[in-house]
């Protein structure tokens, strides 16, 4: 499974691409970003070291990894990131999202994840995963906006939350 252009109503979800790695930096930007997530904002070109790795795909054949930049149509700018770690054989994928904070509360957020998880039903996929801190009730509501619904699991401090489709 490769990452391909996905669509909704207001959002292209575009392959990620090294060539991101400018505009998001600028996106990703804000330390408050990390709160939950850990880690920190990365100069350009740290960003793009990581674009090129995560484009190669993974070193693991049993191992999809679809990353997307998230567009405003409307606009044409870069507001987020979305991404989902597929097994293809177990029919599964991990799914994250991170938007910026100036274009938070927008419902974009929830719009992509929808857009994705639509997209991976398209392909197979039959169970959708995402891990969120407990303390982070925006991205939960992301979450359930998707579809998915707390387990009651916990992985390294967050909640797991699933999706079993049909």
Same mark, same amino acid.
């Given at each position: 499974?490769?990452?391909?252009?996905?669509?909704?109503?207001?959002?292209?979800?575009?392959?990620?691409?090294?060539?991101?790695? #400018? /505009?998001? &930096?600028? *996106? @990703? $930007?804000? !330390?408050?970003?990390?709160?939950?997530?850990?880690?920190?904002? =990365?100069?350009?070109?740290?960003?793009?070291?990581?674009?090129?790795?995560?484009?190669?795909?993974?070193?693991?054949?049993?191992?999809?990894?679809?990353?997307?930049?998230?567009?405003?149509?409307?606009?044409?700018?870069?507001?987020?990131?979305?991404?989902?770690?597929?097994?293809?054989?177990?029919?599964? #994928? /991990?799914? &994250?999202? *991170? @938007? $910026?904070? !100036?274009?938070?509360?927008?419902?974009?957020?929830?719009?992509? =994840?929808?857009?994705?998880?639509?997209?991976?039903?398209?392909?197979?996929?039959?169970?959708?995963?995402?891990?969120?801190?407990?303390?982070?009730?925006?991205?939960?509501?992301?979450?359930?906006?998707?579809?998915?619904?707390?387990?009651?699991?916990?992985?390294?401090?967050?909640?797991?939350?699933?999706?079993?489709?049909?």
């Amino acid at each position: 499974m490769r990452p391909a252009l996905l669509t909704t109503a207001r959002l292209d979800l575009l392959p990620l691409r090294p060539g991101h790695a #400018a /505009e998001m &930096a600028g *996106v @990703l $930007g804000d !330390p408050e970003l990390y709160t939950f997530i850990g880690g920190s904002p =990365a100069p350009p070109e740290e960003l793009r070291r990581r674009y090129e790795r995560l484009a190669a795909g993974s070193p693991d054949p049993a191992v999809a990894w679809c990353n997307w930049v998230v567009r405003v149509r409307e606009e044409g700018i870069l507001v987020g990131t979305v991404r989902a770690t597929v097994t293809p054989g177990a029919a599964r #994928a /991990e799914v &994250a999202w *991170v @938007l $910026g904070t !100036p274009w938070q509360g927008r419902g974009y957020a929830a719009e992509a =994840a929808r857009g994705l998880v639509g997209a991976l039903h398209e392909r197979g996929v039959r169970t959708v995963v995402a891990h969120i801190h407990p303390g982070h009730h925006a991205s939960a509501a992301v979450a359930a906006a998707a579809g998915l619904a707390p387990t009651g699991e916990e992985q390294d401090g967050e909640t797991r939350w699933r999706l079993e489709l049909p």
